[in-house]
């Protein structure tokens, strides 16, 4: 199971098709999605024209695609007002910048025009070592070696500490996919926002299970209620 299988199999069979990117590199997903209203947002694309036409043949339904080469935050001030308003989005993938502020944002931001039936995809929220999860600097530092998921995790303890009407899980797969749907918490946790920015790496790796309320990957098909 990974990012592109539940995104994949979860607007085919629950026929979800406006799509939102959010952080797309070279369009690894992004090009395999089929829908007829795709946002790819990401200040710096790693595909050039030719790529882009070459994808048209592998999925024709790449004609259909609009690109923003901007920041996420650029993207929802200057344009989704105008895009995003009339038609809600159905299906959104947030994978752009893994800091705890700037990623909320976009699943706020995203949060704001989702349709009651939209699903959010969050990546990178269970980093399994401690070198994964350094501050954006401390990866440049390191000149963008190795994984990095961020603080993403912390993301997870903020809505599920302060939102009622979004639930939330980790799938366990994929540098922990999150899951982002309205509709009941099903169990929330407390924490201040005071607490949430103080907490370490070592506090999350002893909580992980229960601060992300991690579900095996599996869990996917039964929440959903999907076909294999
Ligand atoms: C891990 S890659 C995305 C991979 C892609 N979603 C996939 O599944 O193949 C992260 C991308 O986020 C982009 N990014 C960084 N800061 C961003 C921001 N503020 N807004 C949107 N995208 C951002 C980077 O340029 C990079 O291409």
């Known amino acids: 199971m990974d990012r592109e299988k539940v995104i994949l199999t979860l607007m ?14 070279n369009g690894h997903i992004f090009f395999r999605v089929k829908s007829t209203f795709k946002i790819a947002v990401d200040p ?15 999925n024709p339904y790449n004609v ?20 995003l308003t009339d038609k809600k989005l159905e299906m959104a993938l947030i994978d752009g910048m893994h800091e705890y502020d700037y990623a ?3 699943v706020e931001n995203s949060l704001n025009y989702l349709s009651d039936h939209g699903v959010i995809v969050l990546h990178d929220c269970n980093p399994q070592v401690k070198a994964d999860s350094v501050s954006f600097e401390e990866w440049k ?9 961020g603080d993403v995790w912390r993301i997870l303890l903020h809505l599920r500490s302060l939102r009622d009407d ?6 366990d797969c994929d540098h922990g996919l999150g899951i982002v749907t309205f509709g009941e918490p099903e169990n929330k946790l407390n924490y201040t926002l005071e607490q949430i920015n103080k907490f370490t790496f070592e506090d999350f790796n002893a909580n992980r ?8 990957a599996e869990y996917f098909y039964e929440y959903f209620q999907l076909e294999k």
Not at 13 to 23: F, M, P, T, V
Not at 65 to 76: A, G, R, V
């Open 12 to 25: 085919k069979q629950k026929k979800l098709s406006h799509y939102l990117e959010i952080g797309v590199f």
């Open 141 to 149: 530092a390191r000149n963008f070696t190795g994984t990095w998921n």
């Open 166 to 171: 979004i639930n939330v899980f980790t799938l």
């Open 104 to 106: 909320l944002r976009d």
């Open 64 to 83: 259909f695609n609009k690109y923003f080469e901007k920041t996420s935050d650029d993207f929802f001030r200057e344009d989704a007002p105008g895009l």
């Open 44 to 58: 710096d694309f790693q595909f050039d024209t030719l790529r882009k036409t070459g994808k048209l043949f592998l």
């Open 209 to 216: 299970t229960s601060w992300i309320n991690l579900k095996p």
